[in-house]
């Protein structure tokens, strides 16, 4: 079945700078990369998705690159604010819709 | 809102005891989504059900079960429960068909607590 691998697990940035989350997968077949953003108690929300005929998608401050033949991709959040703090999962999904998320990664903006 | 509703939102119940968690999706969506998530941990896929049918599955237990009804909410059932069953229990939802892959709209969760 699908392994999807995320890191790294926490990440602490200053404001304004750069973060980047990495996931590779293990499923050829998987064909469509969505990112969540999941704040404290609250339940996951799309940010970003991207599907296997992209390279790299991008909305605003944040982009999303996708390498088939190497089976990764990352998410990257430019200029960074304190409200981008919280717990980022990647996700794959392949035959049969099955999904398989990332274990996270908590991200720490520092005011 | 993501227009999915779970009930209950939280749930207590003692080790041994049998639960059900309710999923209504968003309207006109066909898959249903079923997620674990432990404390601090992350998205454990469970099961998937498009229109009335199990489409695929996850590290779902055996004490775990789950169906999707006509009407196209789904239950998800946890049977002897035990203390490492607490956690939070999301539903999804996604409203294409099982051959294009799209977004899944999270509904606020179950927390259930087995004491």
């Known amino acids: 079945g699908e392994n999807v691998e995320q890191h790294p697990s926490t990440l602490s940035v200053q404001e304004g700078d750069s973060a980047v989350i990495k996931c590779t997968y293990s499923d050829s077949a998987s064909n469509y990369f969505p990112w969540y953003k999941q704040e404290l108690g609250k339940r996951p929300q799309l940010i970003i998705d991207?599907?296997?005929?992209?390279g790299e998608k991008k909305d605003q401050r944040i982009a999303v690159t996708l390498n088939k033949t190497a089976k990764h991709f990352s998410l990257h959040i430019t200029e960074t604010q304190p409200e981008d703090s919280a717990v980022y999962f990647c996700?794959?999904?392949?035959?049969?819709?099955?999904?398989?998320f990332g274990i996270g990664t908590k991200l720490q903006v520092i005011p | 809102d993501s227009g999915v509703t779970q009930t209950p939102k939280h749930l207590i119940t003692a080790t041994g005891q049998r639960v059900t968690l309710r999923c209504s999706p968003r309207?006109?969506?066909?898959?249903v989504y079923w997620y674990q998530q432990s404390l601090d941990q992350g998205l454990q896929f469970l099961i998937h059900?498009?229109?009335?049918?199990?489409?695929a599955k996850g590290n779902i237990l055996e004490r775990f079960s789950a169906q999707q009804f006509p009407d196209l909410h789904s239950e998800l059932n946890l049977s002897s429960l035990e203390l490492g069953d607490s956690a939070l229990y999301f539903c999804?939802?996604?409203?294409?068909?099982?051959?294009?892959?799209?977004?899944?709209?999270f509904g606020q969760g179950t927390r259930l607590t087995v004491v």
């Open positions: 996700a794959a999904t392949g035959g049969y819709q099955k999904v398989t």
């Open positions: 999804a939802s996604s409203p294409r068909p099982t051959d294009m892959n799209t977004e899944a709209f």
């Open positions: 309207s006109g969506d066909l898959s």
């Open positions: 991207i599907r296997s005929n992209v």
């Open positions: 059900y498009y229109n009335g049918e199990e489409r």
